[in-house]
């Protein structure tokens, strides 16, 4: 078995940063009762998720790594198009054309797990009579 070192154990720390950049040592109770923390200052960023991605795969766990690879993808949008996007994945919520053009949303703005992910979807729906 690899040797692993979980991304938030004291020798990774340093590594681990929030989406505005503060280091997980920065977010502390104390800093947070005082109103120093915004809600991004307590997001994760798509760096921490890669580095989480590569101790699962380390780990033996491709699909969570794959998983959180696409995350990482994800934290470039906003609450409103991720829930946009989730419902347009819903089963018979969205036509072939739609998914295929959400697909390439995605891959235009760098999320090209994501976007292979629509496409591997768009063709079950299709397959399963789930399109709308």
Same mark, same amino acid.
């Given at each position: 078995?690899?040797?692993?070192?979980?991304?938030?154990?004291?020798?990774?720390?340093?590594?681990?940063?929030?989406?505005?950049?503060?280091?997980?040592?920065?977010?502390?109770?104390?800093?947070?009762?005082?109103?120093?923390?915004?809600?991004?200052?307590?997001?994760?960023?798509?760096?921490?998720?890669? #580095?989480?991605?590569?101790?699962?795969? =380390?780990?033996?766990?491709?699909?969570?790594? +794959?998983?959180?690879?696409? $995350? @990482? *993808? &994800?934290?470039?949008?906003?609450?409103?198009?991720? #829930?946009?996007?989730?419902?347009?994945? =819903?089963?018979?919520?969205?036509?072939?054309? +739609?998914?295929?053009?959400? $697909? @390439? *949303? &995605?891959?235009?703005?760098?999320?090209?797990?994501?976007?292979?992910?629509?496409?591997?979807? =768009?063709?079950?729906?299709?397959?399963?009579?789930?399109?709308?």
């Amino acid at each position: 078995m690899a040797d692993l070192s979980y991304p938030l154990s004291p020798g990774a720390r340093a590594q681990v940063r929030s989406a505005t950049g503060k280091a997980v040592d920065e977010i502390t109770l104390d800093v947070a009762v005082s109103d120093a923390l915004g809600p991004r200052d307590v997001a994760v960023s798509a760096d921490t998720l890669r #580095l989480q991605a590569g101790f699962a795969e =380390r780990g033996g766990n491709p699909q969570l790594g +794959e998983n959180l690879r696409r $995350a @990482a *993808e &994800l934290v470039a949008f906003d609450d409103d198009e991720l #829930l946009r996007f989730y419902e347009m994945l =819903r089963p018979a919520r969205s036509s072939a054309q +739609e998914l295929d053009s959400l $697909a @390439a *949303e &995605l891959s235009e703005r760098g999320a090209q797990r994501c976007a292979e992910l629509v496409r591997e979807a =768009r063709a079950v729906y299709v397959r399963r009579g789930l399109i709308a």
